[in-house]
């Protein structure tokens, strides 16, 4: 199975994600044009800052090294990237390039797995790619992420990126099978900014690799996503509400940028607010997006 080419599918799964927010107070009746355009503002803002930091999450818990997943991902990623300081119990000093303490713990004496990883932050850390995290993240890895059955759940202590809180728990399950490398991904998280502003966040997404199994090269490489989201953001005297589902797998090539085919609905309540079509499988940054019977083509990012 070629991980690293499933696992940077993974990574970047919720960046194909559209969110679309409803009244809280309203939960069953469609929303107005003012309304819809308050919606999809907090909804760009609330989804773009989601993605970023469990895109994050992701690449470090698969990046740590190569014994627990795949290596090289997330803050490991660069030439130069090191391992921090690795302890095993005992007192341990955050390192002076990459200002992050990782702790490792065998959690059977007779055995690699299960085995707990905290990448500690510190009272800040500002990594190169500008971001300033603090506090922990804290993994448990049943076995190796790239084997058959094993897991990674990830909860936060005191952590938080840019000032943004971090609650919540972050589960990655291999689902592989013969033949068909398959990852999932459940989150379960609250977000709070300083301004007291928050959104609540579930997601579940499966990544299954249904074409270029047998190859050597990523490039051949084709992944269906399928799964759904819901959640709710609390943005000045507002509350919105959402959930989304993808009634048609998505397509994603590896050797194209954009998603090619699938349908996601949104929904507000039960009711189908808008659906959002990918196309015909030809590689572009075109997108289908129908509001109340009114359709507009979107471009993708």
Same mark, same amino acid.
């Given at each position: 199975?070629?991980?690293?080419?499933?696992?940077?599918?993974?990574?970047?799964?919720?960046?194909? #994600?559209?969110?679309?927010?409803?009244?809280?107070?309203?939960?069953?009746?469609?929303? /107005?044009?003012?309304?819809?355009?308050?919606?999809?503002?907090?909804?760009?803002?609330s989804d773009a800052e989601s993605e970023a930091i469990f895109n994050d999450v992701f690449d470090?818990?698969? $990046?740590?090294?190569?014994?627990?997943?795949?290596?090289?991902? *997330?803050?490991?990623?660069?030439?130069?990237?090191? /391992?921090?300081?690795?302890?095993?119990?005992?007192?341990?000093? %955050?390192? /002076?390039?990459?200002?992050?303490?990782?702790?490792?713990?065998?959690?059977?004496?007779?055995? %690699?797995?299960?085995?707990?990883?905290?990448?500690?932050?510190?009272?800040?850390? &500002?990594?190169?790619?500008?971001?300033?995290?603090?506090?922990?993240?804290?993994?448990?890895?049943?076995?190796?992420?790239?084997?058959?059955?094993?897991?990674?759940?990830?909860?936060?202590?005191?952590? #938080?990126? @840019?000032?943004?809180?971090?609650?919540?728990?972050?589960?990655?399950?291999?689902? !592989?099978?013969?033949?068909?490398?398959?990852?999932?991904?459940?989150?379960?998280?609250?977000?709070?900014?300083?301004? *007291?502003?928050?959104?609540?966040? @579930?997601?579940?997404?499966?990544?299954?690799?249904?074409?270029?199994?047998?190859?050597?090269?990523? =490039?051949?490489?084709?992944?269906?996503?399928?799964?759904?989201? !819901?959640?709710?953001?609390?943005?000045?005297?507002? =509350?919105?509400?959402?959930?989304?589902?993808?009634?048609?797998?998505?397509?994603?090539?590896?050797?194209?940028?954009?998603?090619?085919?699938?349908?996601?609905?949104?929904?507000?309540?039960?009711?189908?607010?808008?659906?959002?079509?990918?196309?015909? $499988?030809?590689?572009?940054?075109?997108?289908?997006?129908? &509001?109340?019977?009114? &359709?507009?083509?979107?471009?993708?990012?």
């Amino acid at each position: 199975m070629k991980t690293s080419s499933i696992t940077r599918m993974v990574s970047c799964s919720l960046l194909f #994600s559209l969110i679309f927010f409803s009244c809280q107070k309203e939960q069953n009746t469609p929303p /107005s044009s003012q309304e819809q355009e308050e919606l999809a503002i907090a909804s760009a803002e609330s989804d773009a800052e989601s993605e970023a930091i469990f895109n994050d999450v992701f690449d470090n818990v698969m $990046g740590v090294n190569s014994e627990v997943a795949v290596g090289g991902t *997330g803050i490991f990623n660069g030439p130069s990237r090191g /391992s921090g300081i690795e302890v095993v119990g005992g007192a341990a000093q %955050i390192d /002076s390039i990459h200002c992050y303490v990782i702790t490792i713990t065998h959690l059977n004496s007779a055995a %690699i797995f299960p085995i707990r990883i905290e990448l500690d932050f510190g009272a800040g850390c &500002v990594g190169r790619d500008g971001r300033t995290r603090k506090g922990r993240i804290i993994t448990e890895y049943s076995n190796r992420l790239t084997i058959a059955g094993a897991t990674a759940t990830t909860i936060f202590d005191g952590y #938080s990126v @840019n000032d943004i809180k971090v609650e919540g728990k972050h589960v990655l399950s291999n689902k !592989s099978t013969i033949g068909r490398p398959s990852l999932n991904v459940k989150v379960t998280a609250k977000l709070t900014s300083l301004s *007291g502003n928050f959104s609540e966040w @579930n997601c579940d997404r499966t990544i299954a690799q249904i074409d270029g199994q047998l190859t050597t090269l990523a =490039f051949d490489d084709i992944f269906t996503i399928t799964g759904s989201a !819901s959640g709710s953001v609390k943005k000045a005297d507002k =509350f919105f509400q959402w959930s989304t589902t993808i009634s048609k797998p998505l397509v994603k090539k590896f050797s194209c940028r954009w998603i090619t085919q699938g349908t996601i609905i949104i929904k507000k309540g039960s009711t189908h607010i808008a659906i959002l079509e990918y196309g015909n $499988g030809q590689c572009d940054d075109k997108a289908s997006f129908t &509001v109340i019977g009114h &359709v507009r083509e979107i471009t993708l990012h």
